[in-house]
């Protein structure tokens, strides 16, 4: 009797001296949103592919700054005007065994239309004519014209194995079955805004990841996320909200993370004939549009002190904004230099437009899409209120705001635009280029904005595969775009990330992608 | 009594088209969801066929007649933001909402209505007063708020209980339910408490007010000249006769309002009940879960309040006979 109880009590400290190391292997992230379903084809949410990213690799990948690196694919030219080639990783298996070949390319890319919901991924296929397959490791992508941003949209276009075949949809894959890929982790479970479980990949192209199990446990109240990290629950948390940012960073068991986001809050100053909501000069209504003259824009420019937006009104979580995407971006340019803040400049230029008593506008926001939205809304009123405006600000919730804005209802509205892709064509094609549904450009040009000068570069530079060349002209239709004023940037907002101090390290993306296999732990001496 | 459940239920229907009514036309006019979901780079092409495909380019009259019609069919549609179909969506989530809403109920009824019993009974006892004091803080004071009181006093400082989570299931009677389990209830204390302090404060006010009327009436001072045990006369003659109507008028509305509308707590304390779920499609516009969630809802306070009424009849005579004089 005592003998055993001697046994098990030796059994428990071994079990206890080891308990530190086996812990080290786990993973618990608390993270503000996860996945809508498990089919990487389903949808194009940005939370949905940081967390299918585990599970399945795409052809290209992005570092932490959005510029591509390969993944599966281990290079990619175009090889004619239409024609991409993409040359496959050798020796990658799929988590069931299966070898990955072009095959599973074609098949992947093929089955989108059929299975995507309506945040559509045929976006990423738009360019897509067919896929050819020239042997096991090479593929060939004709497009439907020159498309030099391709292998960007394939950074979030996954490759599924074309054994589990068609008619596969969002339950087979929810349930497990589906859900192989050639990922870091493998599936384990997952419940619908609930945890995703995931365990190690052994035999992954890139190597070993630290961790043996992952768990993505979804927490969507800032606050309960938090102190699930406080009370240890997780390991780490993602979007810090600011309200508590100051108080962990000065609390020494926490260590935070912070970086630039890919997301810039952008004043769009409607330049259309007839505006929507009319504007009052001395209580009457006017006839003209204020906004159309670039004076008046520029004086709303002039008069916005973006040190104030980020130091006083973001309590410092965030960049002052010059142009429509953060440094190091493909097509950023350097020749527009720091805002800056000249309430005097402002008034002449309002002062020379006619404009010597203001005029009343009303301006209306999103109040919860990005960290900040509504009380930039509020400081920015406040700020062209002494211009001399009388500001109606207004911030609504998502969703009344975009089906408002994509009517076109809002003379001047705000809301957070990133720059996903990490390159120009992705904001200037959607945002910036006059309104074109034939050509497919101008989809979110809310504004009604149309410079053919700024249309004729941007256009040559999407039908340019030259990178270098296609760099330089992205970088002049930025000049063009914000010298007009075509969109009033304000501030980057930035990420903030949480951990336990001293339990591990990262480096933060620009994109704000919490992955698992980019987290390192910090060894305890 | 047939005729009384005949006529409940085709006011019932009655009430539940309205709804469907109302319902649909009022998600119908904050806007198109296919505009809230859409990626912002996608195609003006790509859109249109979106809305092509979920039928949003229809009018309004033609979407709800498919929708009946659907409906009709037993089809309540599939969820546009996870493709599976509603009623799985809800019905997957509603255990554990059920779990949570019965044990603060039930923490509410045990404490609030001894309590109140209580301070009635003594109405001018410092414990009474205290009592008093404390449902008014229950009253008033903001869920979240005192959520967050409870997660950063014990499961923060004190580390005695997990921040929020369900807890680990396990099967009781053959039903899967984390109550079966010690760590489940570890997790569902905190959530179920915070959940509760409303209704009791409730609970108790109802109890003390109908208990304090019920004391002056002669027939207390009847029984009590008649020399019954004070306990007889409390809990026979003035509880379950008397001030157990509006109790369970109130448990009842309570109980729907909490199984339907717990998202605060679940919220705070990350509880995948179906509270959670609806605030999220109200947030991304999923339609066809914001409709048949609503249309649930109210088919649950019509079972409610139709239960609500046979109870009546068993505890009041004057209920059981109305009509027949």
């Given at each position: 009797m005592v003998k055993t109880t001697l046994k098990t009590g030796a059994a428990v400290v071994a079990l206890l001296a080891a308990a530190p190391s086996v812990f080290a292997q786990d993973l618990t992230i608390g993270l503000r949103a996860g996945p809508d379903s498990i089919d990487p084809h389903w949808s194009t949410l940005g939370s949905q592919a940081e967390a299918l990213r585990h599970v399945f690799d795409t052809l290209v990948d992005a570092d932490d700054t959005l510029q591509l690196t390969p993944g599966l694919a281990e290079s990619w030219e175009p090889i004619e005007d239409t024609v991409w080639e993409f040359r496959l990783r050798e020796g990658v298996t799929f988590h069931d065994g299966t070898p990955f070949t072009a095959e599973d390319v074609k098949f992947s890319i093929e089955r989108i239309p059929d299975v995507t919901g309506p945040m559509s991924m045929t976006l990423y296929t738009k360019y897509v004519e067919s896929v050819e397959i020239i042997d096991d490791h090479t593929v060939h992508v004709h497009t439907n014209g020159i498309a030099p941003a391709l292998p960007n949209d394939f950074t979030r276009m996954f490759i599924v194995p074309?054994?589990?075949?068609?008619?596969?949809?969002n339950e087979e894959f929810n349930s497990g079955e589906?859900?192989?890929?050639?990922?870091?982790y493998r599936f384990v479970s997952w419940e619908p805004r609930g945890e995703l479980v995931l365990e190690r990949y052994d035999d992954h192209w890139r190597g070993e990841t630290p961790w043996e199990r992952v768990v993505r446990r979804e927490i969507s109240d800032d606050a309960a996320r938090v102190a699930a990290l406080r009370s240890g629950e997780v390991d780490l948390i993602n979007y810090v909200p600011a309200s508590d940012y100051l108080a962990l960073e000065n609390n020494p068991q926490i260590e935070t993370f912070i970086a630039d986001s890919v997301y810039i809050l952008n004043v769009q100053p409607s330049v259309v004939d007839e505006l929507p909501q009319p504007v009052r000069v001395n209580g009457q209504v006017i006839e003209e549009n204020p906004l159309q003259d670039l004076r008046v824009r520029k004086a709303l420019d002039y008069a916005i002190n973006r040190d104030v937006l980020v130091n006083v009104v973001l309590e410092g979580l965030g960049t002052p904004a010059n142009q429509l995407m953060p440094e190091g971006f493909f097509g950023y340019t350097d020749e527009i230099g720091e805002k800056e803040y000249d309430l005097d400049r402002a008034r002449e230029l309002l002062t020379e437009a006619g404009y010597p008593d203001g005029f009343e506008i009303d301006f209306t926001c999103t109040n919860n899409r990005v960290p900040g939205d509504s009380v930039i809304c509020e400081a920015l009123a406040q700020m062209w209120s002494r211009l001399g405006l009388t500001v109606n600000a207004q911030a609504l919730d998502g969703s009344v705001f975009f089906p408002a804005a994509a009517a076109k209802e809002y003379t001047m509205a705000m809301s957070a635009w990133g720059t996903l892709t990490g390159e120009a064509a992705y904001t200037y094609g959607a945002m910036?280029?006059?309104?074109d549904p034939e050509k497919g450009f101008g989809n979110f040009n809310r504004t009604g904005y149309s410079n053919p000068e700024f249309d004729a570069v941007f256009v040559e530079g999407t039908q340019n595969l030259d990178e270098e060349a296609r760099r330089a002209l992205y970088e002049e239709a930025s000049l063009i775009s914000m010298q007009d004023r075509a969109l009033i940037p304000t501030v980057i907002l930035q990420t903030v990330w949480a951990a336990a101090a001293d339990s591990l390290t990262f480096t933060p993306r620009v994109d704000q992608e919490t992955r698992a296999y980019e987290i390192d732990p910090v060894q305890a001496d | 009594m047939f005729g009384y459940i005949l006529s409940r239920l085709l006011q019932a229907i009655v009430v539940i088209f309205a709804m469907s009514i109302l319902v649909f036309v009022g998600v119908y006019a904050i806007g198109n969801p296919i505009d809230v979901m859409i990626d912002p780079a996608a195609t003006a092409e790509i859109r249109e066929n979106l809305i092509r495909q979920y039928g949003l380019d229809q009018p309004l009259w033609r979407q709800y007649l498919t929708f009946l019609g659907n409906v009709a069919q037993g089809d309540l549609g599939r969820s546009?933001?996870?493709?599976?179909s509603v009623t799985g969506l809800v019905f997957s989530r509603l255990p554990a909402t059920l779990e949570l809403v019965l044990v603060a109920i039930g923490i509410a009824t045990l404490i609030g209505i001894p309590a109140g019993i209580y301070a009635g009974y003594r109405p001018d006892s410092f414990g009474a007063k205290a009592i008093m004091a404390l449902s008014i803080l229950g009253f008033s004071v903001p869920t979240f708020w005192i959520g967050m009181l409870l997660i950063m006093g014990f499961?923060?400082?004190?580390?005695?209980?997990?921040?929020g989570g369900r807890g680990q299931v396990g099967s009781f009677l053959g039903i899967p339910t984390s109550l079966a389990t010690a760590n489940g209830w570890s997790h569902v204390i905190m959530p179920a408490l915070n959940l509760s302090l409303f209704k009791m404060g409730l609970m108790i006010r109802l109890t003390r007010a109908g208990m304090v009327e019920a004391m002056q009436t002669d027939y207390v001072k009847f029984a009590r000249a008649q020399g019954l045990p004070e306990s007889q006369i409390v809990f026979q003659h003035v509880l379950l006769r008397n001030i157990s109507i509006p109790v369970v008028t109130i448990f009842g509305l309570e109980l729907g309002s909490t199984l339907a509308f717990a998202v605060v707590t679940e919220s705070v304390f990350n509880w995948p009940g179906v509270g959670k779920l609806i605030i999220d499609s109200i947030l991304q516009l999923d339609r066809p879960v914001m409709v048949t969630y609503l249309i649930l809802v109210v088919i649950l306070f019509v079972i409610i309040n139709f239960t609500v009424d046979i109870i009546y009849a068993r505890l009041d005579p004057r209920v059981r006979l109305g009509g027949k004089k």
């Open positions: 074309a054994s589990i075949g068609d008619g596969v949809g589906a859900a192989i890929g050639t990922g870091p910036i280029h006059t309104e | 546009m933001i996870y493709n599976t499961a923060v400082q004190l580390g005695w209980l997990p921040s």
